[in-house]
T-cell receptor
Framework: DTAVSQTPKYLVTQMGNDKSIKCEQNLGHDTMYWYKQDSKKFLKIMFS???????INETVPNRFSPKSPDKAHLNLHINSLELGDSAVYFCASSQEGVAGVHTDTQYFGPGTRLTVL | QKEVEQNSGPLSVPEGAIASLNCTYSDRGSQSFFWYRQYSGKSPELIMF????GDKEDGRFTAQLNKASQYVSLLIRDSQPSDSATYLC???????????????FGKGTLLTVNP
């Protein structure tokens, strides 16, 4: 009954490889996010999708490509991995509230620790 | 660049004391404010959110918001060793469209509660 799940939990790979991380939420939320948390624990948004539409695309190398097949899933594909991509990647989801009601709390998945060698 | 600033700590308090965590933000139009707790190796989990000026209490936690001073804080009363974690302040900016969905996080304050 996990609310936001990610796979894999750990990912160790060589520089130059291509890898994907998957995220699923069963909360019925309409917005999903990818965050990167670096070694200094700084959590920074990368992408956000609302009802399968990309709405936030921060300054992220175009080697990173999100894909949302439906509003319950948001996957992250990374091409040509670099050493600096090593981090923990968190998926999150939230539900936009009705007018005047704030329900924009974001719920985070368990994270995927990516190590690029 | 819209920013959220926190003292990175570490903040060390004895068990039973009040821990006070502070956060300032640069965008005066910010609407929603959140405190997340993150244990080492785990994901952030929501502790509290606050939208209106003043205090909001939930058990041992009190969030305080002062929009005029662009300041939000979290007080933890009767601190326990299990409260030892990194506390992340997050701010949701004002505006429509994409900005409505964007949380900007501070770098977090590491809290250690000593038995």
């Amino acid at each position: 009954d996990t609310a936001v799940s990610q796979t894999p939990k750990y990912l160790v790979t060589q520089m130059g490889n291509d890898k994907s991380i998957k995220c699923e939420q069963n909360l019925g939320h309409d917005t999903m996010y990818w965050y990167k948390q670096d070694s200094k624990k700084f959590l920074k948004i990368m992408f956000s999708y609302n009802n399968k539409e990309l709405i936030i695309n921060e300054t992220v190398p175009n080697r990173f490509s999100p894909k949302s097949p439906d509003k319950a899933h948001l996957n992250l594909h990374i091409n040509s991995l670099e050493l600096g991509d090593s981090a923990v990647y968190f998926c999150a989801s939230s539900q936009e509230g009705v007018a005047g009601v704030h329900t924009d709390t974001q719920y985070f998945g368990p994270g995927t620790r990516l190590t690029v060698l | 660049q819209k920013e959220v600033e926190q003292n990175s700590g570490p903040l060390s308090v004895p068990e039973g004391a009040i821990a006070s965590l502070n956060c300032t933000y640069s965008d005066r139009g910010s609407q929603s404010f959140f405190w997340y707790r993150q244990y080492s190796g785990k994901s952030p989990e929501l502790i509290m959110f606050i939208y209106s000026n003043g205090d909001k209490e939930d058990g041992r936690f009190t969030a305080q918001l002062n929009k005029a001073s662009q300041y939000v804080s979290l007080l933890i009363r009767d601190s326990q060793p299990s409260d030892s974690a990194t506390y992340l302040c997050a701010v949701n900016l004002s505006g429509s469209g994409g900005s409505n969905y964007k949380l900007t996080f501070g770098k977090g304050t590491l809290l250690t509660v000593n038995p």
